[in-house]
T-cell receptor, first 114, second 115 residues
């Protein structure tokens, strides 16, 4: 079974600073990987996804993530954070095959300082 | 297109009462997922359906919880009787049929408070 670890529970950055949120997965082959964002009182919104091909994927709102097979990681990055990026971010992994469920990490809460 | 629709958005009920949460998936999606989110346990998958058939209900906490999907456009999650520890935000999500597209589209959630 696959698993996901987000080692940072809470991260604080200043507006305009760069951001990197960590995600490590455990799976025997190349999984499907996702980043979701949840604003307060809202559902989860898909930021980006990786299935195959180019290991650097671009998403919405200026986010990108890089799949590194050797490190079993799929870290989320943004070069310049905006105050509106304050939210909780979830990494998720799906196992290619018949099962369609995703396994979510515990989330990283992002605070943006003015 | 409308996204996933959940109702009610907020529900406050007393312990012992029956609670029914409703979900309308995105039209054309054939997989539907029910999640529960709490501070203590994070986001937990309760059950998921494929083509209206329950595929995996191993996440359903106990017999007080039941879920149905009578047709492709409607699902319910029922708790009977409800307990204070059921207080959480319940999300419904739906997904495309077939292909490599596993991304799930989430509804806004139902915040349940059991007193």
């Amino acid at each position: 079974a696959q698993s996901v670890t987000q080692p940072d529970i809470h991260i604080t950055v200043s507006e305009g600073a760069s951001l990197e949120l960590r995600c490590n997965y455990s799976y025997g082959a190349t999984p499907y990987l996702f980043w979701y964002v949840q604003s307060p009182g809202q559902g989860l919104q898909l930021l980006l996804k990786y299935f195959s091909g180019d290991t650097l994927v671009q998403g919405i709102k200026g986010f990108e993530a890089e799949f590194k097979r050797s490190q079993s990681s799929f870290n989320l990055r943004k070069p310049s954070v905006h105050w509106s990026d304050a939210a909780e971010y979830f990494c998720a992994v799906g196992a290619p095959g018949s099962a369609r469920q995703l396994t979510f990490g515990s989330g990283t809460q992002l605070t943006v300082l003015p | 297109d409308a996204g996933v629709i959940q109702s009610p958005r907020h529900e406050v009920t007393e312990m012992g009462q029956e609670v029914t949460l409703r979900c309308k998936p995105i039209s054309g999606h054939n997989s539907l997922f029910w999640y529960r989110q709490t501070m203590m346990r994070g986001l937990e998958l309760l059950i998921y359906f494929n083509n209206n058939v329950p595929i995996d209900d191993s996440g359903m906490p106990e017999d007080r919880f039941s879920a149905k999907m009578p047709n492709a456009s409607f699902s319910t999650l029922k708790i009977q009787p409800s307990e204070p520890r059921d207080s959480a935000v319940y999300f419904c999500a739906s997904s495309f049929p077939a292909g490599a597209s596993y991304e799930q589209y989430f509804g806004p959630g139902t915040r349940l408070t059991v007193t």
